[in-house]
């Protein structure tokens, strides 16, 4: 079982913060998906999630809440981390993948999504968790 630390950043519109993974992509290339990736051995799960965050998008000191666990991939453990962000698409320095932007919810779900995402996004977007983080 691998184990893995996303995060869900939403701006003051409600837009999500989502990562157009590139080619090269280990897993689910030329999709759209969550910004995380692997905890490593002995890691944290919210240390991992603040250290992707970082690693992938410049970004740090956000108040992140553990929103969700699921199971992808038949085996693998994703834990969702959610939170309120001001940061605009200017303030992001895509670390990783194609570009690194928030994205109209409407649009979101539209998306060629990563099999993770396609089951994650739709839920954070009907969730408590999205209605408590819109102005």
Known sequence: MRRFATVILVD????LLL???????????????????H????EDIEHAV?????EETGL?????????????HG???????AGPTTV??????????????????GIATGLHLTRAAEVVVPEFLRSEQYASLLP
């Not at 003051?12 to 837009?15: E, H, L, N």
């Not at 905890?39 to 002995?42: A, Q, T």
């Open 12 to 15: 003051p519109r409600g837009w």
């Open 19 to 37: 990562q157009e993974r590139d080619e090269h992509a280990p897993i689910d290339p030329e999709r759209w998906g969550l910004v995380g990736g």
């Open 39 to 42: 905890v490593e051995d002995g």
């Open 50 to 54: 603040h250290r992707e965050l970082a």
């Open 60 to 72: 740090g000191g956000h108040a992140l809440t553990r929103w969700r666990l699921f199971v992808v």
């Open 75 to 81: 085996e693998d453990e994703m834990t969702v981390y």
């Open 88 to 105: 605009t698409d200017d303030d992001v320095v895509c670390g990783e993948g194609r570009q690194i932007v928030f994205v109209e919810p």
